[in-house]
């Protein structure tokens, strides 16, 4: 069956810093990937889309990759604030008709 | 544009009673989608609308849940009986269809306790 990984402990990081989370999945090969974000006691917020045709999508201070040999997708914030602390989502569509499975998140806090 | 509506926003109810829950999805959005989200764990896909029709809904437990779409616009989900397991929050989402890469659009989801 398909499984999407996120790590689920949380990162921890400075303000100023860049952080870097992971979603590695298997036994699938999605033609795209999505990474939301979900703050406490609200639904997933979509950030950005890549294509598996598509190494890297940059969007202000966002940027993912996509390794379709590794089956691994790497989401960055770079310049991170204390706004961005927050859990982070990578979601996979599994069947090519938008059906998305999601990851269990990873938790960012940003410290001042 | 205004975003996914849902309702109730709480719930709590004892397990063995039912429950339902409403979602008016984006105007112009063919497809809508239920999530069940258990406390630490990522949203889990139950069923998947396109129109009034349903393309997925091999997650959704059919002993106990149903979902309808009449109309192809708003939906509700319901349990009947609830369980505690089913204690978790329930997200509504849309999209353009699904000929379309698109985003999904969530609602700020039920919470449901079931004691």
């Known amino acids: 069956s398909q499984k999407i990984e996120q790590n689920s402990e949380a990162l921890n990081i400075q303000e100023g810093k860049t952080a870097t989370l992971t979603c590695n999945y298997t036994?699938?090969?999605?033609?795209?990937l999505q990474w939301y974000r979900q703050d406490p006691g609200r639904g997933p917020v979509f950030l950005l889309l890549i294509r598996e045709n598509e190494k890297e999508k940059r969007k202000e201070r966002l940027k993912v990759t996509f390794d379709t040999t590794l089956k691994q997708s790497l989401f960055h914030i770079t310049a991170s604030q204390p706004a961005d602390s927050a859990t982070y989502l990578c979601?996979?569509?599994?069947?090519?008709?938008?059906?998305?499975?999601f990851g269990s998140g990873t938790k960012l806090n940003v410290k001042p | 544009e205004a975003g996914v509506a849902q309702s109730p926003r709480y719930k709590i109810i004892e397990k063995r009673q039912s429950v339902a829950f409403w979602c008016n999805p984006i105007s112009g959005h063919a497809t809508l989608y239920w999530y069940q989200q258990i406390l630490g764990q990522g949203p889990k896909l139950l069923i998947q609308?396109?129109?009034?029709?349903?393309?997925?809904d091999s997650q959704l437990p059919k002993d106990r849940f149903s979902a309808e779409r009449l109309k192809g616009v708003d939906s509700t989900l319901k349990i009947q009986p609830a369980k505690l397991e089913d204690s978790a929050v329930y997200l509504c989402?849309?999209?353009?269809?699904?000929?379309?890469?698109?985003?999904?659009?969530f609602g700020n989801g039920t919470r449901l306790t079931v004691t």
């Open positions: 979601a996979l569509d599994m069947s090519g008709f938008n059906k998305f499975y």
């Open positions: 036994n699938y090969s999605p033609a795209y």
């Open positions: 609308f396109q129109n009034n029709g349903v393309v997925d």
């Open positions: 989402a849309s999209s353009l269809g699904v000929d379309y890469n698109s985003p999904l659009h």
